[in-house]
T-cell receptor
Framework: NAGVTQTPKFQVLKTGQSMTLQCAQDMNHEYMSWYRQDPGMGLRLIHYSVGAGITDQGEVPNGYNVSRSTTEDFPLRLLSAAPSQTSVYFC?????????????????FGPGTRLTVL | KQEVTQIPAALSVPEGENLVLNCSFTDSAIYNLQWFRQDPGKGLTSLLLIQSSQREQTSGRLNASLDKSSGRSTLYIAASQPGDSATYLCAVRGDTGRRALTFGSGTRLQVQP
């Protein structure tokens, strides 16, 4: 298994540009999520999905869109990049299901995308 | 809103020392609590997951405890090694609503040879 893969690893954008961060997993996980990590602030949830066709907002969703057309892929779109979106972005997946076994919720993280917006 | 705090923010110890990392959370209605390790420039690796009904979990030299009623968890690392140097993060998953995973800011650990 490749686990959780993210592309690209690094990206520099100009203010106003758009782009898509790719995330894929091959573990048949229903639950996928996107986080951003900023110095001194831990990880903050942007969007998440509990299965194909179902997405919802997290703590900091403004300026980002997601879709989940397949179980494997969960891309994150930046609509119009702003300097405040400079961050490291992580995608994660797990077997988590509401009402399921809490012990199967081990989170698997991708290696991250380091984004700089000028 | 759930808030997770980790103390200390940074810790430096000599090799071989036993150490404790602390995590506290404000809302005791949790589904589980997880401890992660993050190496510089890397993603997070899951270390231990404690279900809300459990008191502790062990893996090798790591032991994590959970006191849900007081909103506290500790990660105990026995006989620390330089390879343990990393940032350790705890996260709690809520038991209601969005059931989001809320992270602490982490403890940066340096184990000196």
């Amino acid at each position: 298994n490749a686990g959780v893969t993210q592309t690209p690893k690094f990206q520099v954008l100009k203010t106003g540009q758009s782009m898509t961060l790719q995330c894929a997993q091959d573990m048949n996980h229903e639950y996928m999520s996107w986080y951003r990590q900023d110095p001194g602030m831990g990880l903050r949830l942007i969007h998440y999905s509990v299965g194909a066709g179902i997405t919802d907002q997290g703590e900091v969703p403004n300026g980002y869109n997601v879709s989940r057309s397949t179980t494997e892929d969960f891309p994150l779109r930046l609509l119009s990049a702003a300097p405040s979106q400079t961050s490291v972005y992580f995608c994660a997946s797990s077997y988590f299901k509401a009402g399921g076994n809490p012990s199967t919720d081990t989170q698997y993280f991708g290696p991250g995308t380091r984004l700089t917006v000028l | 809103k759930q808030e997770v705090t980790q103390i200390p923010a940074a810790l430096s110890v000599p090799e071989g020392e036993n150490l404790v990392l602390n995590c506290s959370f404000t809302d005791s209605a949790i589904y589980n609590l997880q401890w992660f390790r993050q190496d510089p420039g890397k993603g997070l690796t899951s270390l231990l997951l404690i279900q809300s009904s459990q008191r502790e979990q062990t893996s090798g030299r790591l032991n994590a405890s959970l006191d849900k009623s007081s909103g506290r968890s500790t990660l105990y690392i026995a006989a620390s090694q330089p390879g343990d140097s990393a940032t350790y993060l705890c996260a709690v998953r809520g038991d209601t609503g969005r059931r989001a995973l809320t992270f602490g800011s982490g403890t940066r650990l340096q184990v000196q040879p």
